[in-house]
């Protein structure tokens, strides 16, 4: 790496110092999955698009989401209890787009297509993937709440090709040889 000294015993850091944009300019290098996640319940329909989605154990199945506490999005999903996490498909940018910020929740759901799943949270029909889980824990942690998130409910979709943020930009990837 271009930043890495020799350790040769100099008392300088390896390493420049990391500021805010350094920090995301360097995960704009870190490729992820794009997922809605869903929330519906007593406080009502929300959703945003998460990419901070990832598994923790498969005993008792488990993913965590970071989710921004500044969100639209956070009171209902606190106050619910339940997501739904729908991994997209290529040709999902727009939707992801939507839900990523500023346009109003009926105009969100209103591009898709959703089910009802056993927890109340909107399922996307076609989705890669979608995880229905009931929030166990919630952890704080600077701008984020990380959810812990038991998987009660799995539904696999027949999507052949993924969508990948990498770069600031969507890419297809395909499952198939
Ligand atoms: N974990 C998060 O909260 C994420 C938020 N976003 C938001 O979506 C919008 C578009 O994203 P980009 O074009 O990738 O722009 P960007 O240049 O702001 O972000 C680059 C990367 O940094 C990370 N990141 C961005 N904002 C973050 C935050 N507040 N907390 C933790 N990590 C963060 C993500 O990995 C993101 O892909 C931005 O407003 C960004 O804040 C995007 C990805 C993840
Ligand atoms: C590709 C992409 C990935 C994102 N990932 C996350 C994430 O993991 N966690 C998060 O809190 N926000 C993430 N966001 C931003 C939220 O989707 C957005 O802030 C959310 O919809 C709230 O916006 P609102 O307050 O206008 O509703 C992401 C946005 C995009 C476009």
Redesign the pocket.
């Known amino acids: 790496m271009a930043q890495c000294r020799p350790a040769d015993g100099s008392p300088e850091p390896c390493l420049p110092a990391v500021t805010r944009q350094g920090y995301r300019d360097a995960m704009a290098r870190l490729g992820?999955a794009?997922?809605i996640?869903t929330t519906d319940g007593p406080a009502g329909r929300?959703?945003?698009?998460?990419?901070?989605?990832c598994s923790v154990t498969d005993s008792p199945p488990t993913l965590l989401?970071?989710?921004?506490?500044?969100?639209?999005?956070?009171g209902a999903v606190h106050a619910n209890g339940v997501v739904c996490v729908n991994t997209l498909a290529a040709g999902h940018e727009d939707l992801?787009?939507l839900?990523?910020?500023?346009?109003p929740?009926e105009e969100?759901f209103a591009a898709a297509r959703w089910c009802r799943s056993a927890t109340g949270a909107p399922m996307l029909a076609d989705a890669v993937v979608a995880f229905d889980c009931r929030i166990v824990r919630t952890v704080e942690v600077g701008t984020?709440d990380v959810l812990f998130c038991e998987v009660v409910g799995l539904a696999e979709g027949g999507a052949q090709e993924g969508l990948i943020?990498f770069s600031r930009r969507?890419h297809a990837v395909t499952g198939t040889s």
Do not use: I, P, Q
């Open positions: 992820a794009v997922n996640v929300h959703g945003f698009t998460a990419s901070a989605v989401v970071c989710l921004n506490k500044g969100s639209s999005a956070a992801s787009n839900f990523g910020g500023r346009t929740v969100r984020h943020y969507y």
